[in-house]
């Protein structure tokens, strides 16, 4: 790889791990984790989650206890998506996702990257 390009990237990556949008994203998650609530509310997803996962693995998702487990799972989501932490770091993710995309935009508009390439398949 061109070492300009190399160091060009470098400085980019420090440049945003370093942006105070990042940073406060990362205080969020911090605060979000410590809290006992959500971190209960993580831990039962995640075990939920592995639960559905297991019995997926024998049963398809019409199976009444896949289904039960999948509302609790919902409902639990919900729980926690309105948690006024997960909430504030959600919002915080979004503006930093937002920006990351709108970044990765400006870098392959500059490059002359189509946005979406098609694969195109050959009359036979």
Known sequence: MNQKLYE???????????????????????A????????ALIEQYD?????????????DLENKAVKA???TLYKL?????????VKRYNKQY???NKMYKNITEELT???GIKKEIKCLLKDE
């Not at 945003?16 to 406060?24: A, F, G, K, M, W």
């Not at 075990?47 to 049963?59: D, F, G, H, T």
């Not at 989501?77 to 932490?85: A, G, H, I, R, S």
């Open 8 to 30: 060009l990237a470098l400085d980019l990556h420090q440049n945003l791990e370093e942006h105070p949008s990042v940073l406060l994203l990362k205080e969020y998650e911090k």
């Open 109 to 111: 508009n500059a490059v």
């Open 77 to 85: 989501k919900y729980v926690l998506d309105n948690e006024p932490l």
């Open 94 to 96: 979004n503006l930093v």
């Open 47 to 59: 075990a939920l989650q592995e639960e559905i996962n297991s019995l997926l693995e024998s049963c």
């Open 32 to 39: 979000m984790l410590k809290d006992s609530t959500v971190k």
């Open 69 to 71: 487990k999948c509302s």
